[in-house]
C-alpha cells in the first residue's frame, strides 16, 4: 500500500522548500481584496466629497418638517471662520425660529437639540422624549420664589403625575351662575315648544362650530358687552368648548319677560341697561295707552255693604315708575336670581350682580382637544354631568379617566408629557424674520 | 483556535465589560432626553472604547505580520482579538443607541456586524474543523502545496503503470514453456492493456482534474470497487501494483477534503480581512466627522 510506504522523511520530500516564496492565489485573492475593500470605500467618501454631496456623514433622516433641508448641511451646521466644529447651534435653530423661555424661573435652560433631537427620521421635532421634560421636573428646583407646581413629575398616569389642580381637594367650580346639570338632562323639560330632552352639545360646542344652536335666541338677541368679554376667552379653532352664553344657549327657554303688556324680555344686560330699557318700554307704551292712567283703586266692599268704585289717576311719571318697580321686582327677585347671584341694594337702589366667573380653560398649563374625542360619548369623560347639582361641582374628568386610553404601551393613545403640555410659552414669542431663499433651499430646481 | 478553558479569562472579563456596559446603556438611555445619542458623554464613551476594541483587533494582522515583535504571545493576541472584537458589537450598538442613522454610520454599522458575524463564524468553524481534518485527512499536507503533491502523485502513477507492462513482460518471459514467444508477448500486451486503460480513462483523468469530480474514483466506494473488478482482470503479480494506485487514489481524495476543509476553515477571511480594513478606515472618517459636526 502506497500510505505504509510514505515515511515522514519522504512525505517531507514531497515539499517545496520555497514554496513560501510564491503566494498561493488564496492569499494573493486576499491581499488585493484586502487592498480594494478600503480603496473603495476611499473612492466613495471621495466621490460623495467631489459632488458637494455631504449627506453621507449625516447621523439620520432630517424629521419631516427639515426635510427640505436635506441636501443643506449649512443651514443649520454654521462653521464659524477658522473652526473646525459645524455643530448646529441654538443661533442657528432660532434663526428661523423663535424658542420663548419655559419659565421665568427656571434654573436650567436647556439646547434647542437636546430635546429637538434632528436626524432621528421622520418624526415630528415636537415629540419630544419625557426626559426632555423630567430631567427637571423630577426634582423641579426654581430660582426665585417657591413654586407652586408639584416638584417629583415622572410621567403621565395617576402614579407618576399628580391629580390635575382643578380636582385636588378644596377646589370647587369658581363660577357664580347657578346651573343644575342634572335638572337640565332631565327627560320632558319645559322647551319652548313642548317638552324636550336636552343633550350636551345643546350647549357645549366648539368656538367654531357652524350649526344653529337649539336654544339660542329665535328673535336674534345680541350678544351683550357682558358675554362678548367671556367669548373673548374662546379659544381657536375647534380644541375647547366655547364658554356658555345666555344669548346662545339658555334664551329660548330662560325668557326674561318683565310685564304682561310686553311679549318681548328684558336685555340680558347689567341692572343700570336693564332699568333704562324699562323706563323707556314703559314710557312708550304710556305714551300709547293714556287710559290705564286711571287704574281701579283697592276694592273695600264688605259683605252686605256694598261700597262705590274707587279710581285712581296716576300721572305718567307715576305710572311709569310703579311699573318699572314691579319689573324690577320681578327680574331682581326672581328671574335674574334664578341663575344669577344677585346683591340687592339696601337702600331700594339697584343691584349688584356677581362676575359670572365661568371658567374658559380648566387647565391653563395643559392642553385638550375635545375635536380629538369627538367619537366619545361626552359622558363617558364627564360622568358626573347628569347627576351633578351644585353649581360648584367641577365636571372635569380626573386623569384616571384620562389614563384608561393614555398609557404607555404600544396599544395606548400617547401617554408623553408633549401631548398635553407646552415648553416654550408662545405669549412670548418673538416674530423672526426669515432669510433663507427657495433658491437657497433647492425648492423649484 | 481551539476554544477551551484557557479563554476563561478572556470570557470572564468580556463578560463583565459586557455586563457593566449595559448597567451603564439602560439607565442612561431611560432617563437620556430624546434618547441615547453617540454625541453624548456617555454615548462617546462607548464610541471610544468599541473603537479601541476594533483598533486592537485590527493590530493582530500586524502583530502577525511581524511575528518577531517581542509584544506579547500570539496566542493571547489572538485571544484578545477573539474577544475585544466580539465584544465591540454591543459597545457600537450602545454608541449607537440602535439606530442606524446616515449612509456611512449605516455602512460601519453593517460592516462591523458583518466582520464580527464572520469572525464568529470563523472561530466556530476553526474550533471543530481542525478535529475533523485530523480524522479525514490523515495524510494532511500544506495547504499551498497541495497542486504540488498532486504532480508528484501524478508522476508517481504514471511510473507504476509504466512499470507494469514491463515487469508483467519479464514474468510471461519467465514462464514462456511450448508457447510461441509471439503468442507470449500478445497475451502479456493484454493483461496490462486493462490496467493501462483503467489508468488512462478513469485515473489519471481523476487525478489531474484540479479536484474536479470524478464518477467512479471521487467516492471510496465506488472506487474500492473499481479497483477490485480491475484486480480480477489482473494477473496476481498486478495486485499490488493495483492496491498502490488504489492508495494515490485514496491519497487524491484526502487532499480534495483537505482543499474543502481548507476553504471552509480560512475561505471567511476573505470576507472578514478585507472588510476589517474598510471598517477600521470609514471609523476613522466617522470620528472626525461626527467631531466637527
Known amino acids: ?83 473646525f466644529s459645524a455643530r448646529a447651534s441654538d443661533q442657528a435653530c432660532l434663526s428661523c425660529h423663535d424658542g420663548p423661555i419655559h419659565h421665568a424661573n427656571q434654573t436650567f435652560t436647556p439646547n434647542c437639540a437636546s430635546c429637538h433631537e434632528e436626524h432621528q427620521g421622520r418624526m415630528q421635532l415636537a415629540s419630544t422624549a419625557d426626559a426632555s421634560c423630567t430631567q427637571c421636573h423630577l426634582h423641579l428646583k426654581t430660582s426665585g420664589s417657591p413654586t407652586k407646581f408639584v416638584r417629583n413629575i415622572r410621567s403621565f398616569g395617576s402614579a407618576a403625575h399628580p391629580e390635575f389642580a382643578a380636582l385636588r381637594p378644596g377646589a370647587i367650580d369658581p363660577g357664580t351662575i347657578k346651573l343644575n346639570h342634572a335638572v337640565h338632562m332631565k327627560p ?41 368679554s367671556q367669548l373673548s376667552i374662546a379659544i381657536s379653532a375647534r380644541a375647547y368648548m366655547a364658554p ?17 303688556r310686553f311679549t ?182 | 483556535m481551539h476554544i477551551d478553558h484557557t479563554h476563561r479569562k478572556w470570557f470572564t472579563a468580556s463578560l463583565v465589560i459586557f455586563g457593566v456596559a449595559t448597567a451603564v446603556y439602560v439607565p442612561y438611555a431611560a432617563h437620556s432626553p430624546g434618547g441615547p445619542r453617540g454625541g453624548s458623554t456617555i454615548g462617546l464613551a462607548f464610541g471610544i472604547i468599541g473603537s479601541a476594541f476594533m483598533a486592537f483587533a485590527g493590530l493582530l494582522s500586524a502583530r502577525k505580520n511581524v511575528p518577531v515583535w517581542r509584544l506579547g504571545r500570539a496566542q493571547s493576541w489572538m485571544r484578545g482579538h477573539l474577544w475585544l472584537g466580539l465584544l465591540s458589537l454591543p459597545l457600537t450598538f450602545y454608541h449607537a443607541g440602535f439606530r442606524l442613522g446616515g449612509p456611512l454610520t449605516s455602512v460601519l454599522l453593517w460592516l462591523l456586524i458583518i466582520v464580527v458575524a464572520s469572525g464568529v463564524f470563523g472561530a466556530v468553524i476553526q474550533h471543530y474543523l481542525p478535529r475533523v481534518m485530523t480524522l479525514q485527512v490523515p495524510g494532511e499536507t500544506i495547504f499551498e502545496q497541495i ?39 500478445e497475451v502479456a500486451v493484454d493483461e496490462a492493456a486493462a490496467l493501462r486503460n483503467f489508468y488512462a480513462r478513469e485515473m489519471r483523468a481523476f487525478l489531474t482534474s484540479g479536484g474536479k469530480r470524478h464518477p467512479v474514483l471521487s467516492d471510496a466506494d465506488t472506487a474500492r470497487s473499481a479497483f477490485e473488478g480491475l484486480r480480477t482482470l489482473l494477473p496476481a503479480e498486478l495486485h499490488e501494483m493495483t492496491q498502490r494506485l488504489g492508495a494515490i487514489c485514496e491519497e487524491e481524495r484526502q487532499l480534495r477534503r483537505e482543499s474543502r476543509i481548507h476553504h471552509w476553515l480560512h475561505g471567511w477571511l476573505m470576507m472578514h480581512i478585507p472588510l476589517s480594513f474598510a471598517l477600521l478606515l470609514l471609523g476613522c472618517v466617522h470620528a472626525i466627522t461626527a467631531l466637527r459636526y
Open chain 1, 244 to 260: 356658555v352664553t345666555y344669548a346662545k344657549h339658555c334664551v329660548a327657554c330662560h325668557g326674561l319677560q318683565f310685564d304682561k
Open chain 2, 147 to 185: 497542486d504540488h503533491v498532486r504532480e508528484q502523485l501524478v508522476a508517481e502513477a504514471d511510473r507504476l503503470v509504466d512499470g507494469a507492462e514491463t515487469a508483467e513482460g519479464t514474468r510471461r518471459d519467465k514462464a514462456g514453456g511450448g508457447v510461441s514467444l509471439a503468442m507470449q508477448s
Open chain 1, 1 to 83: 500500500m502506497a500510505g505504509a510506504e510514505r515515511t515522514t522523511k519522504k512525505l517531507a520530500q514531497r515539499i517545496d522548500l520555497n514554496y513560501f516564496k510564491r503566494p498561493h492565489p488564496f492569499r494573493r485573492w486576499r491581499f488585493w481584496l484586502s487592498v480594494t475593500a478600503p480603496v473603495l470605500a476611499v473612492l466613495w467618501l471621495a466621490w460623495c466629497g467631489l459632488a458637494g454631496n455631504q449627506r453621507v456623514y449625516s447621523g439620520g433622516k432630517l424629521s419631516s418638517a427639515h426635510a427640505v433641508l436635506v441636501a443643506r448641511c449649512n443651514a443649520c451646521h454654521v462653521k464659524a471662520a477658522g473652526a
Open chain 1, 264 to 445: 318681548e324680555s328684558a336685555p340680558h344686560d347689567t341692572p343700570q341697561v336693564i332699568q333704562a330699557f324699562l323706563v323707556q318700554k314703559f314710557q312708550q307704551y304710556i305714551g300709547g295707552h293714556s287710559n290705564e292712567l286711571r287704574e281701579p283703586g283697592p276694592d273695600r266692599t264688605l259683605p252686605q255693604k256694598p261700597a262705590p268704585l274707587s279710581v285712581r289717576l296716576l300721572t305718567r311719571d307715576q305710572w311709569v315708575a310703579e311699573r318699572v318697580g314691579e319689573s324690577e321686582e320681578l327680574l331682581w327677585r326672581k328671574t335674574c336670581r334664578q341663575c344669577h347671584a344677585l346683591t340687592l341694594a339696601a337702600d331700594g337702589g339697584l343691584p349688584t350682580v356677581a362676575h359670572s366667573n365661568i371658567t374658559a380653560r380648566w387647565m391653563p398649563h395643559a392642553n385638550f382637544n375635545h375635536e380629538r374625542h369627538q367619537m366619545l360619548k361626552c359622558t363617558e369623560c364627564h360622568s358626573g354631568a347628569l347627576t351633578s347639582h351644585e353649581t360648584a361641582d367641577i365636571l372635569l374628568p380626573g386623569i384616571r379617566t384620562c389614563e384608561k386610553c393614555h398609557h404607555s404601551g404600544a396599544d395606548a393613545a400617547e401617554a408623553r408629557c408633549f401631548e398635553c403640555h407646552t415648553y416654550h410659552d408662545w405669549t412670548k414669542q418673538k416674530e423672526v424674520k426669515g432669510k433663507l431663499l427657495l433658491s437657497g433651499l433647492g425648492c423649484g430646481e
Open chain 1, 188 to 228: 320632558n323639560l319645559a322647551g319652548p315648544n313642548g317638552p324636550v330632552q336636552m343633550d350636551c352639545d345643546n350647549c357645549h360646542r366648539a368656538p367654531t362650530s357652524n350649526q344653529a344652536f337649539r336654544f339660542d335666541s329665535a328673535t336674534g338677541m345680541p350678544v351683550t358687552i357682558a358675554e362678548k
